[in-house]
């Protein structure tokens, strides 16, 4: 009985960590940054998850209809270019102006700007606004979670960003040739009548 109770507690408080978590990234981004406590890698993951299984479900069930494949891609996304960007952003950091902070307090930068972004994204028209969004929120979280200034703040999201652009479009052919190749295994030769 104490067991229930106490679970039913703890969910409850995680419910009210998750929502008042975004109300202040939405509200006041600078405040929330800079009263951030070093909360390692849990904690941030869980608020991107949540958000990220949001995203997924409305994005599966209104825009793209009922793919599982895709859902599952989605959530890959929605979890993984947080911790991704977060690296990239950490390596170029130590590679050009030493190191800072950890990786982990990066990542729940990353992770938590990401969270209220995710909750909108799934609106196609939307993107143009959340994507600059999600950079202005990583930026105040660079410079007041990981005491960075305003110009190392805007070079590292630029530089990350770039990068992660970069090895995308580089990757694009490689994954188109390798599209194919899946595809025509699938298929049976055919003999050609002549």
Same mark, same amino acid.
């Given at each position: 009985?104490?067991?229930?109770?106490?679970?039913?507690?703890?969910?409850?408080?995680?419910?009210?960590?998750?929502?008042?978590?975004?109300?202040?990234?939405?509200?006041?981004?600078?405040?929330?940054?800079?009263?951030?406590?070093?909360?390692?890698?849990?904690?941030?993951?869980?608020?991107?998850?949540?958000?990220?299984?949001?995203?997924?479900?409305?994005?599966?069930?209104?825009?793209?209809?009922?793919?599982?494949?895709?859902?599952?891609?989605?959530?890959?996304?929605?979890?993984?270019?947080?911790?991704?960007?977060?690296?990239?952003?950490?390596?170029?950091?130590?590679?050009?102006?030493?190191?800072?902070?950890?990786?982990?307090?990066?990542?729940?930068?990353?992770?938590?700007?990401?969270?209220?972004?995710?909750?909108?994204?799934?609106?196609?028209?939307?993107?143009?606004?959340?994507?600059?969004?999600?950079?202005?929120?990583?930026?105040?979280? /660079?410079?007041? !979670?990981?005491? @960075?200034?305003?110009?190392? #703040? %805007? &070079?590292? *999201? +630029? /530089?990350?960003? !770039?990068?992660? @652009?970069?090895?995308?479009? #580089? %990757? &694009?052919? *490689? +994954?188109?040739?390798?599209?194919?190749? @899946?595809?025509?295994?699938?298929?049976?030769?055919?003999?050609?009548?002549?």
């Amino acid at each position: 009985m104490q067991e229930t109770a106490r679970m039913e507690s703890n969910m409850l408080r995680q419910r009210l960590d998750y929502f008042q978590t975004i109300t202040t990234l939405i509200r006041a981004p600078r405040a929330f940054f800079s009263d951030m406590p070093d909360q390692g890698w849990q904690l941030p993951a869980k608020i991107c998850g949540i958000s990220a299984i949001f995203h997924v479900v409305v994005s599966c069930t209104y825009i793209f209809g009922r793919s599982v494949p895709l859902a599952v891609v989605l959530l890959c996304n929605a979890m993984l270019m947080p911790l991704i960007t977060a690296s990239l952003t950490y390596m170029f950091m130590t590679m050009f102006m030493g190191r800072k902070t950890s990786l982990s307090r990066m990542y729940a930068v990353f992770a938590l700007a990401s969270a209220p972004v995710l909750l909108i994204s799934w609106v196609p028209a939307v993107g143009m606004i959340t994507e600059p969004w999600r950079m202005l929120l990583i930026g105040f979280g /660079l410079n007041k !979670a990981c005491s @960075l200034s305003w110009k190392q #703040s %805007a &070079l590292l *999201v +630029l /530089l990350a960003f !770039a990068a992660l @652009l970069l090895f995308i479009w #580089s %990757a &694009l052919p *490689v +994954l188109t040739d390798l599209k194919h190749v @899946l595809f025509s295994l699938g298929e049976e030769p055919t003999l050609s009548q002549s």
